[in-house]
T-cell receptor
């Protein structure tokens, strides 16, 4: 069945550092891919998405490119802020159901 | 723009009791989903509705769980004879069907603790 594997955390960074969270998936066909973020005390929010191969999703300085050849959707940000501290979830969608990775906790220190 | 709302936000109950959670989706959204999230894990799909029809249920949804969406608007998730293993965050999401690869928008969740 479909599955998502993402980099284990926790990840601790200094402000203005570069962030990469690896995500790979196993699925047949071409599922849509998503990154959701969960800030402390809040619900899941959509961060970005890509619906077909080579699409790049971007939002709030974060980017991820749908790579069919490597079945990956890595999340990147060039310069993180303290406000980016959160749990990040990679997910794929098939037949209206989302399958999530386990989440990566990111802490950014000033 | 009103997002997805869930009630209650927290519920503590004793093992064997029944609990019911409510979800109000974004007003024009016709699809509604329930997920469960345990500590340190990503959400897992439980079930979803299109309008009032329940179209799919995960095998995670034992016969103690029942979900309804009687008028195609809000939904309820009931757990009968709760067990300690039911302790989790229950998330509701909604989307608007018919726009291709639609996006699911999540509510804040209901955190259940079964003692």
């Amino acid at each position: 069945g479909d599955s998502v594997t993402q980099m284990e955390g926790p990840v601790t960074l200094s402000e203005e550092a570069c962030l990469t969270i690896n995500c790979t998936y196993t699925a047949t066909g071409y599922p849509s891919l998503f990154w959701y973020v969960q800030y402390p005390g809040e619900g899941l929010q959509l961060l970005l998405k890509a619906t077909k191969a080579d699409d790049k999703g971007s939002n709030k300085g974060f980017e991820a490119t749908y790579r069919k050849e490597t079945t990956s959707f890595h999340l990147e940000k060039g310069s993180v802020q303290v406000s980016d501290s959160a749990v990040y979830f990679c997910a794929l969608e098939r037949d209206y159901k989302l399958s999530f990775g386990a989440g990566t906790t990111v802490t950014v220190r000033a | 723009d009103t997002g997805v709302s869930q009630d209650p936000r927290h519920k503590i109950t004793k093992r064997g009791q029944n609990v019911t959670f409510r979800c109000d989706p974004i007003s024009e959204h016709n699809r509604l989903y329930w997920y469960r999230q345990t500590l340190g894990q990503g959400p897992e799909f439980l079930t979803y509705f299109q309008n009032e029809a329940q179209l799919e249920k995960s095998r995670l949804l034992s016969d103690r769980f029942s979900a309804e969406r009687p008028k195609g608007s809000f939904s309820t998730l009931e757990i009968q004879r709760t067990e300690q293993g039911d302790s989790a965050m229950y998330l509701c999401a909604s989307s608007l069907a018919g726009q291709g690869r639609e996006t699911q928008y999540f509510g804040p969740g209901t955190r259940l603790l079964v003692l």
